[in-house]
């Protein structure tokens, strides 16, 4: 039997915010944010539960402001499954002796 085809992703929303929905959407991830720039790398292993929570935190915020179908995430959702290549990469690399930093720092690309 033939695989059945799957249908296409829905188009993405894109939401139209009123100046109080702007005001809010930026104080919701500006919160999320430091919650994620509060966690030391150095302190925190790359597969802690902590950043995951964080990380899921982020993503569902951004889903709350933007929408679940936004483009913004679905960016995020891609930029989580590179950041995932990049611990397991980096955690291969400490344990051969290498030792790069699992949390290296990356500019970020928002306009906070």
Known sequence: MAPRPTSPPPPPEVKHFTPDEIEQGVRKLRRRLEELHAMDPQQIAPDDQRKR?????????????????SAESREFSLHEIREANELERTATQAAVGTGRNAFETRPCSCNA
């Open 53 to 69: 929570n964080a990380y899921h935190n982020l993503e569902t915020t951004i889903a709350e402001v933007f929408g679940q179908n």
